[in-house]
């Protein structure tokens, strides 16, 4: 009995190995899901690891203490490695300290400048050169020269001093107080304070010229020389001159700053600035130029704390210095000054107290209250070390580790005041050719850039996927379908290469010149399809029951072309006749490329988001149209019967019964749709110029996040600040993707609980 | 795909182009073939010089045939992390590089890489080829192209600013430009915009040829490129620094300094200063610099380089 009731039971019993392959499928499968999400959140996590540091401070760390003899000293400076910095005493002296413990103090012999009383001497960091101006108003140019030598197997660096000849500024021998030159290629700038034994102040200046081609340098000669006293107000107490020669900044005792512009020889008194406007503003403490002497940063004894930049006014039409930044204030008079020879950093300090900042974003990258008050620094010519010289005559050297000091997310999303630029602008321009080049790396344009194609291109391809998917799975005959969907797969498949080669070189010049035509099309088609629906509806009925179900499109093809045709050959006309301006010369055009900035204000662009969206459409009506069709064809028959069967229409049924209920599926359609557009990158790479613009109009082009990947990646070197900003891209990507997913996730949800019912 | 492009280029160069006047310097010597040449040489970098690099390898391996020289050129900029992580032994950049560059490469190897001139270039300023445009000034090209107009010029948006008449006073300034891994991108900004920016309208192509495509599509075009990418669908303006007439972009006006936007095309290699040069790099670059390696580059459009240059340069590398 027991036996039998067992088998009885056994034979209902699943057997062992189908509850074991059960049991282990629930488990691969719960892993492989795991494992997929666990993929995305370690892709997630390796984008964040990218991106982190560019949200980082700078890091330095004091690395070792070295005494030097004590002195009054003018000037620190060092070479590219760090190795052999020098310190450059008042009397003109140099010294080379080594940093290391038993590397002896160089103390070169200054022979040129044997019969010579200094009176001022500068160094010019960009150069390694110093300046030295004499007693007798003479002035000689002295190359500092480093260069590292390989042949004991390490590197040993060796430092020379190459003085150039004298020469002298102005014809009468006055002593040059303060001197001031740039070394641009073909001329150079002199300009010094020189003060004779009536106790007259004068401002005079020299030019050097050598001549420059392919071939090399060749001879130096003595240019101009000037005195520009007489166009000075007041009396001059400090120049800078910037190192492309053209601009000559000089501070008077009025806490003026006067602006010569020397160019072709000529020299013009162009501006005078008030760094600090207001009666009750401390006087002017230092001006110093940041690195590219574009930008000037002017500091006053209460360590209010201004850049100035070069930009021009449009409404005078010249190149003026103007306000463009704002530092944190320093608690008082900057006492030390360095600046970097990397990027806009500088490193500045009042009493015991330094800071590091950087010019774009006007930020402090790291500050600290030292044990010391610091009388001189130097950042080496790598941004990797800083050196201080403190008032007990010990050089403090410190390792800098900042890479990524033009990061950070003023720099990506807040308007900054550029260098050169009249005004603040959201920019992107990542690159330039020389190391002074300011980068600009706004994300704002590129978000804009890949809305304004996803907007245009889903504009495009919505509706005609959507209507097509209600028509095919709806009023057409079945048996087309077997041939429409694969033929739309089809589509899906073309390579976007080819889509964005076909848009750039074959469609962008077509639709140039045929606008009007284009958006005949957009207007006639729907209207001759409505108003051919109308003219069948009104047909007698035994002409209709002529064509089968689902057959009418046949006789609507032939219209379709001919309406295309008509509308190609209008656009000409309608241009004629609408996008009429008038030129200078009182002569009318008919041209719609004209007409358009003419009218609107706007440009018009060959390669366009008209072309992109257009193009791109091709690219995403396949995808909504087959998901949106599948949704569409699965709402079950019976409801679709029960409505036709109560009376209502075709048409009726398909928009209150089956759309309706089919509405999440082509809400998910949309969805996927509007993702592969967001991604999308070849064909907007090649279709559009790739202009980071910040304007929604339909004939301007514009740049993606995706296509900007695509275009910087090559060049941008691993770990560099841009390298981690195209990674910024992708994860804002990522991030509105991400967004835009859940939230039609949600939606989806609530509409399937919505139409469950039905 | 490239192969038949460089191959075509070839062709239409050597049937019409290459009758140009440009002669090679007669002190250059001619190049003797050596012993024992083999192997495979990466080069990537510059755009410009890619067609360049592609000849100059052909000719290459129909001496050394056991040569194999793969060539990848999207931008001078993607040469020195190419070098740095020796994914290539050639970087052909059409700028010198950077101090950021050679701080990293230094960063790498403890030294710094050795530059290479191998040909000269008139950076050309195309515009469609029916644009009766004659002679611009540095100051109008900073016009057209800069946000920032550094060389104090007025801003020009479209034709008749700059004094056409007729059909072209009324047509907008169409700018096309390259991306900005290219050198020549850089080289314009900083001779041309005088190290200002460009304007956000500028359209950035990928590469040379795409310029001048689309320049020669576009009738209010207006681009620069590599001398060499010139087509018969677009025409190089003369240029003057100061204005008044220009410099047409010849090799004369490149060496003599009158045409203002002439520069060397170099190619970068690492070259250890304790260890001899590969025998490959030195024979490759001993070629490039003979007589048959510069008669190359005037086949390409653009100019040879003078010999003591050329000897200057080989005598680097040791």
């Known amino acids: 009995m027991m036996k039998r009731d067992k088998q009885w039971e056994n034979r209902f019993a699943a057997s062992k190995v189908t509850l074991m392959a059960d049991k282990f499928m629930n488990q691969f499968i719960r892993a492989g899901g795991l494992l997929v999400i666990l993929t995305v959140m370690l892709i997630f996590v390796f984008i964040l690891l990218e991106i982190l540091p560019l949200f980082r401070g700078a890091q330095i760390k004091e690395l070792r203490t070295a005494a030097i003899p004590p002195g009054d000293y003018l000037a620190l400076g060092v070479d590219e490695w760090t190795e052999r910095p020098f310190v450059l005493r008042r009397d003109g002296r140099l010294l080379f300290p080594g940093l290391d413990e038993g590397t002896e103090t160089l103390v070169p012999e200054l022979d040129f400048l044997r019969d010579h009383q200094v009176t001022s001497v500068t160094y010019g960091q960009e150069t390694q050169q110093l300046i030295y101006g004499t007693a007798l108003g003479e002035f000689v140019i002295v190359d500092i020269v480093y260069s590292a030598n390989f042949s004991t197997g390490s590197r040993v660096v060796d430092v020379e001093l190459r003085p150039g000849n004298m020469y002298p500024l102005g014809e009468r021998g006055e002593a040059i107080l303060a001197i001031a030159y740039a070394g641009a290629d073909r001329s150079k700038v002199i300009v010094g304070i020189t003060e004779g034994a009536d106790g007259e102040r004068h401002l005079r200046m020299a030019t050097l010229t050598q001549t420059m081609s392919l071939m090399g340098p060749g001879e130096i000669e003595v240019g101009l020389m000037m005195d520009l006293t007489a166009e000075l107000p007041g009396v001059p107490q400090e120049v800078l001159v910037s190192q492309n020669g053209r601009s000559i900044l000089v501070r008077n005792d009025r806490d003026e700053v006067a602006y010569f512009q020397f160019v072709a020889g000529e020299v013009e008194l162009r501006q005078l600035i008030r760094p600090f406007e207001g009666s009750d503003a401390a006087p002017l403490a230092k001006m110093n130029f940041l690195f590219g002497d574009t930008t000037v940063l002017f500091t006053n004894s209460d360590g209010v704390s201004y850049g100035f930049s070069l930009y021009m006014h449009d409404d005078v039409g010249k190149m003026l210095w103007g306000k463009t930044k704002e530092f944190p204030p320093l608690e008082g008079a900057p006492s030390v000054y360095a600046k970097s020879l990397r990027n806009k950093g500088f490193l500045i300090g009042h009493g015991n107290q330094v800071s590091l900042r950087y010019a774009t974003t006007a930020s402090v990258r790291w500050k600290k209250r030292l044990d010391y008050e610091p009388r001189l620094a130097a950042v080496s010519g790598k941004y990797d070390r800083i050196l201080l010289l403190d008032n007990q005559s010990n050089l403090h050297l410190f390792s800098l580790n900042d890479p990524h000091p033009e990061a950070g997310f003023a720099a990506y999303f807040s308007r900054i005041w550029y260098e050169g630029n009249p005004e603040p602008e959201y920019k992107w321009q990542s690159t330039g050719a020389s190391d002074d080049f300011e980068p600009k790396l706004s994300m704002i344009p590129l978000i804009v850039g890949t809305f304004k194609g996803t907007i245009y291109a889903l504009l495009f391809a919505v509706p005609i996927a959507l209507l097509g998917a209600i028509y095919v799975s709806q009023f057409q005959h079945p048996k087309f379908k077997s041939y429409v969907k694969p033929t739309m797969e089809i589509m899906a498949s073309l390579p976007s290469v080819v889509l964005g080669f076909l848009a750039a070189l074959w469609l962008a010049p077509i639709v140039e010149t045929r606008v009007p035509s284009f958006l005949l099309f957009v207007i006639a088609i729907p209207v001759v399809a409505m108003f051919s629906g109308a003219l069948w509806s009104r047909l007698p009925k035994r002409t209709r029951l002529l064509c089968p179900d689902g057959f009418e499109f046949i006789g609507f093809l032939p219209i379709l072309v001919l309406t295309w045709i008509a509308a190609w050959y209008l656009g000409p006309v309608i241009e004629r006749i609408f996008f009429v301006i008038e030129t200078d010369a009182g002569r009318k055009v008919a041209d719609f490329r004209l007409w358009w900035p003419a009218v609107t204000g706007n440009r018009f662009e060959q390669r366009n988001a008209l072309v992109v969206g257009f193009i791109m459409g091709f690219a995403v009506i396949p995808i909504i149209f087959t998901i949106a069709e599948d949704a569409l064809s699965n709402v079950p028959r019976s409801l679709s019967s029960a409505s036709l069967a109560l009376g209502a229409s075709r048409w009726q049924t398909a928009l209150r019964v089956v759309l309706p209920t089919a509405s999440a599926g082509i809400f998910s359609a949309i969805m996927i749709g509007l993702g592969r557009a967001v991604g999308e990158t070849m064909i907007v790479l090649m279709a559009t110029g790739n202009t980071p613009l910040l304007d929604l109009n339909i004939f301007s082009g514009m740049r993606t996040l995706s296509a900007n990947i695509a275009v910087e990646l090559p060049e941008a070197p691993k770990e560099g600040t841009l390298y981690r900003t195209l990674f910024l891209g992708g994860f804002l990507l990522f991030l509105m993707t991400f967004i835009v997913n859940t939230m039609a996730e949600l939606l989806r949800q609530h509409l399937r609980g919505k139409y469950k019912t039905i | ?318």
């Open chain 2, 1 to 318: 795909m490239k192969k038949v492009i460089v191959s075509l280029y070839v062709m239409v160069l050597t049937l019409g182009l290459a009758s140009a006047q440009v002669k090679v310097d007669p002190d250059l010597p001619s190049y003797k073939p050596v012993s024992g040449v083999s192997g495979n040489l990466n080069s990537v970098g510059s755009d410009t010089l890619n067609n360049l690099m592609a000849l100059w390898a052909e000719g290459f391996r129909k001496i050394y045939p056991n040569v194999r020289i793969g060539i990848e050129g999207k931008g001078s900029s993607t040469a020195p992390p190419a070098l740095i992580e020796g994914t290539a032994q050639l970087g052909p950049m059409s700028r010198a590089m950077k101090s950021t560059e050679l701080d990293k490469f230094e960063a790498q190897h403890g030294y710094k890489p050795t530059e290479i001139k191998v040909a000269i270039d008139a950076l050309a300023v195309f515009v469609h080829k029916d644009n009766p445009i004659e002679s611009l000034s540095m100051k109008e090209i900073d016009g057209m192209f800069s946000s920032t107009r550094k060389l104090g010029g007025k801003e020009i948006t479209n034709w008749g600013d700059l004094g056409l008449t007729g059909q072209w006073a009324a047509l907008p300034i169409s700018l096309y430009g390259r991306n900005s891994a290219s050198g020549t991108y850089g080289f314009f900004k900083e001779n041309a915009l005088a190290k200002g920016d460009f304007r956000g309208t500028v359209k950035e192509q990928p590469g040379s040829s795409a310029v001048v495509q689309g320049i020669a599509s576009d009738l209010g075009g207006i681009g620069y490129s590599g001398i060499g990418y010139m087509t018969s669908g677009v025409r190089a303006v003369k240029l003057s620094k100061e204005g008044g007439e220009g410099a047409e972009p010849t090799s004369e006006n490149a060496l003599n300094g009158k045409y203002p936007l002439a520069r060397f095309l170099y190619v970068y290699v690492n070259d250890s200063p304790n260890e001899k040069i590969d025998l490959l790099v030195k024979e490759f670059f001993t070629f490039v610099l003979s007589k048959e390696g510069q008669e190359i580059v005037v086949k390409d459009g653009y100019f040879p380089i003078p010999a003591s240059i050329a000897k200057q340069t080989l005598d680097q590398l040791q």
